[in-house]
């Protein structure tokens, strides 16, 4: 065991607990829960470490933590996010979301997957550098939002007016990433983009006793023919003029698909369905999950949800639609389309409302200094050969942060096949925590020798 | 002045305060709260009042509260129930929902207006009767149930295991009623049958993170797409086979739409819809609303519908529907036709639950007794002239407790044309409550003679 894995070895519990505490602090963009006592507390950290800490205000948004550390030939721009996704439903919880429970060698809290554990090991594997090492061989800035899970409304914000901090970054290391459901490291070299919209019908000026519906108009049935004029049963997207937009992909991306093992098997039994959409498998199955649009109910509401019957007529009724996008999609153009579909067919009453901005495509070169310097850093670590993917089906804002300064971008991390992202029980193993910090040591100096 | 309108303006307080008492024990049958508690408070008032009263087991069901008064050649059955609808959504209520405040001369509270007002109402217009004029001219049975809001599910029990009970009843006083909205006292003859059920779509094993969504199963979208097939947005309920189930009203029936007034204009703008539905008017709106069946999503849940966004892809859709019923359509034969039409479809994977037992269509003689003596009982008392309906668009167990057993029923009370039934701000007006037991007094005295 070398001094580095010592250091780690001998600060085990006290890294664990400080993880804990970053998950026990509630930091929920949608619900603008926490998030200036979050902000604080990575500022703090950042401080701690002997970074150039600051907190930078944009707007009315969330504060960016930016900090910056070491010096040398190379600059590593760290992007993570101290926002999490909205803990419901809180009933499906075994343990409660901010209480960080351990069990099972695992650490299990919304956020602690995406990504407040890699933003903590990150810091902490910079520390257990300073500390065995030296001085670090190259200069790294961290880039730390707290809108994330809300499409990070104001990060555009944040560049057009810190363009100077954003000076000489050669690549980036995303957020987000782990192991497969065969232990496989995965490294992801793009993002979809993403646009989601609330879909509103109303009634009547309130909600009435189910007898009038003979001749008063139900919201949720005019919600219903809406939204299945969007899709059909085929997971054909139908609005106008949406799919003849998608750029296909190129001979060379379909090639790409092949060196990615999928154990559809394992995969499907994980997730408990009988068949994935449409029964695809092998190459056509990878290529609709990450070269295909989606067009996704997140969210679905109208009248009387609890227990037995209400015989009401509601007056109300809204779906929450997520639309992941590939080239040549936009979230404007697709928002456009979907607002003149819907009026096409006389569903103007359906009110269309942007809930985030929306997130571009964004995809880096495989073969650009970050990428291969993650490669052989995650060969270095894992026992598993590391699989590359040209993108990933998630989305996040890479293109404004990154591809639009002309800086590649490589996302990898500690999360697991099973981590839950944005739904119940979600978590990390221990062990790939404290292994994510052999990874973060290798890529510094892989990154700043290359 | 005469000694029984003294009585009730000497005890007008008192009988008020009665009723808010009444109102703010809540009684919600579909969640099963305070239905014990509701059931003696019944049977303790019926007692007080004099009558034979008891509570009557019925199977595991919330109990009947049967009584007896008064003797006579005839006998007048007074159906009321003790439960009330759910009181979601709570935030629309401008006082609490077992608050039962006064303002503006109303009563507010949930189930004042259906039908706790009319029960306490008879009661004590029963108790003015035996005070100020004497004796009871004819014999009254009391049958307050517990279930009417979910469907009246152990009614026919009750009926089959206390036949005797009911022996000898002449005609029924159903429990509903109230003025429109010109102040004209509605007189209802029949009701629309019912049927109540939930569909369940079911995706992965868990909720997950909506970049799955390309190639998992989005439940919220079976879920819109089976809907979808059930009803088109011209309103044409399009179960296979459902339709043609309906007999078409006889000439006679829609010859007696003709003598109904229906302030289309006023009713508009109370409802605040910029038209009924299909632009439907004059008879042929009417029509559609007594005898057409409806096909209405009265709920409608899947995922996240919280504040903003949240990005999953739900394992869990459902909706909750209710039919009402027109001759020849039964419960059992709509649960039928739905299941085999998803069936055919390929929706064998959308579950189908029955919410409700269901209730059969009623209809009583236009011209039975009880019919004859509300109508004149109502022209003694109100300044406007009564409108007799055929058939009310509600539902309620009259076929099983009254039409099976061959007894007319006729349905009137203390509502008013806003009083907010099953929705927020239910309420009655205090005048119309007092007019109420003028009209009891006359129809008990009215029935008696005929």
Redesign the interface.
Known sequence: MDKFQAYVEANRERFLVELQDFCRQPSI???NVGMREMADKVLARLDKLGADARLVEVGEGAPVVYAEIGSGPRTLMIYDHYDV??A??LD?WESGPWEAAIRDGKVFARGVADNKGNLVNRIQAVEAYLATIGPLPLRIKFVVEGEE???SAHLPQFVRENRALLEGVDGCLWEFGGKDINERPQLWCGL?G?V?VELHAH????????????????P??????A??TL???E?RILIDDFMSQVRPPTAAEVEALTTIPFDEEKERT????PA??ND?TGVD?VK???Y???C???????????????????NH????I?F?LVPNLSPDLVVDLLKKHLARR?FDDIQVTL??TGLEVARSPLDSTVVCAAVEAAKAVYPNEPIVYPT????GPMYPLCQALGIPAVSAGCGWHDS??????ESIRIVDYFEGMLFIRELIDRFAAM
Chains 1, 2 share one sequence.
Request: glycine share 12%.
């Open positions: 963009a949608a619900q996704q909205p419901e439903p499906l899970e809300i499409g979809k993403d989601y009634g009547a000026k309130r909600d009435l006793h189910s007898a009038y519906a003979a001749i008063v108009g139900d949720a049935w005019r919600l219903t023919w939204l299945a899709k059909d049963a997971d994980a997730l408990g369905i994935f959409i695809r199955l609709k999950y990450l295909e649009p989606t996704t109910i997140c969210g679905l509401y109208s009248g009387y949800i609890g227990q037995g019957s209400k015989t009401v007529l509601p009724a809204f779906a929450k997520d992941r006389g809930v985030e990933s089906a998630g989305s839950r992202g944005h739904a119940p029980n």
